[in-house]
C-alpha cells in the first residue's frame, strides 16, 4: 500500500544520510536528497485524488441509475395504465359511434313510419268528414220521414175514425 511504501521509502532515506554522513560520502547525501524528493510523489498524490473522485462519480452515478431505474418503472407502469385506458375509451367511442348509427337509422324509420301514420290520419279524417256529411243527410232524411210517416199515420187514423 502507499503508506508501507512511503514508510520503506522513509528509512531508505534515513539510511543513505547517515551512511552518507559516516563515510562523509557527498554523493551518497546527495542520494538521500534527491531520494527523499520524489518528483512522482505530486503526480501519485494527483492520481489518488483522481482515482478518488472518480470512486465518489461511480458511487453517484449509481444512485442516479437507481433513481433513473426506479423512475423509468414507474413510468413504465403508468404509460401501461394510461394506454388500457386509452384502449378502454376508444371502445367506448366506436360502441358509441355505433350507436349513433343505429340510432340515425332508427330515426329515419321512425320518421318514415310518422309520415305515413299522418298520412293515414289524414285520410281517415277525410273519409269521417264525407260520412259525417252521407250521415247527417241521412239523418235528416230519415227525420222527415218519419215525420211524413207520423203525419200519414194520423191522416189514416182520422180517416178511419171518421169512417167507422
Do not use: W
Request: hydrophobic fraction near 40%.
Amino acid at each position: 500500500s502507499a503508506a508501507d511504501a512511503e514508510g520503506v521509502r522513509g528509512r531508505v532515506t534515513d539510511f543513505l544520510e547517515q551512511e552518507g554522513s559516516r563515510l562523509k560520502n557527498r554523493d551518497l547525501a546527495m542520494l538521500a536528497q534527491k531520494f527523499a524528493a520524489d518528483p512522482f510523489v505530486k503526480v501519485k498524490k494527483l492520481i489518488g485524488d483522481l482515482i478518488m473522485r472518480l470512486l465518489e462519480e461511480a458511487n453517484a452515478d449509481a444512485e442516479h441509475k437507481g433513481f433513473c431505474d426506479k423512475e423509468l418503472g414507474e413510468s413504465k407502469v403508468t404509460r401501461t395504465k394510461l394506454t388500457e385506458s386509452i384502449d378502454g375509451l376508444t371502445a367506448d367511442i366506436e360502441g358509441g359511434k355505433a350507436s349513433i348509427t343505429q340510432m340515425t337509422e332508427d330515426i329515419a324509420q321512425l320518421s318514415e313510419d310518422i309520415a305515413a301514420l299522418d298520412a293515414s290520419v289524414k285520410e281517415a279524417t277525410t273519409l269521417r268528414v264525407a260520412e259525417k256529411e252521407k250521415n247527417t243527410a241521412t239523418i235528416k232524411d230519415a227525420v222527415e220521414a218519419q215525420k211524413a210517416v207520423e203525419a200519414a199515420v194520423s191522416v189514416l187514423k182520422d180517416f178511419y175514425k171518421k169512417a167507422s
